[in-house]
């Protein structure tokens, strides 16, 4: 059973940053796609940011130029460098193993407990 485990949520002000890490369990890391999710109060889980075993990645518009995701596979892990943040940004954050196809779209399987990241104006 894949485990996925967030660190590095917490509380900033607008115009902060935050980086967070994700540790997953697993031989086939190397092999696999990674993605980042986040779901605010009241609203559908959405994607942040995706990353294939070759370091392709995909995000979403919200996020383009202000947030990088990117892999360690010495380490099985993910991080997300969150830079510029805004009060939207506030969400519970949540890493995810998949796949990603060839045109880039990712597909999550399974699922950390998630971090909360709190962005005050």
């Known amino acids: 059973q894949v485990q996925l485990v967030e660190s590095g949520g917490g509380s900033v002000q607008a115009g902060g940053s935050l980086r967070l890490s994700c540790v997953a369990s697993g031989s086939d890391f190397v092999t696999a796609a990674m993605g980042w999710y986040r779901q605010a109060p009241g609203k559908t889980r959405e994607l942040v940011a995706g990353i294939n075993s070759g370091g392709s990645t995909r995000y979403a518009d919200s996020v383009k130029g202000r947030f990088a995701i990117s892999r360690d596979n010495a380490k099985n892990t993910i991080n997300l460098e969150m830079n510029s943040l805004k009060s939207e940004d506030t969400a519970v954050y949540y890493c995810?193993?998949?796949?990603?196809?060839?045109?880039?779209?990712?597909?999550?399987?399974?699922w950390g407990r998630g971090t909360q990241v709190t962005v005050s104006s």
């Open positions: 995810s193993k998949g796949w990603m196809d060839s045109g880039n779209n990712y597909y999550p399987l399974d």
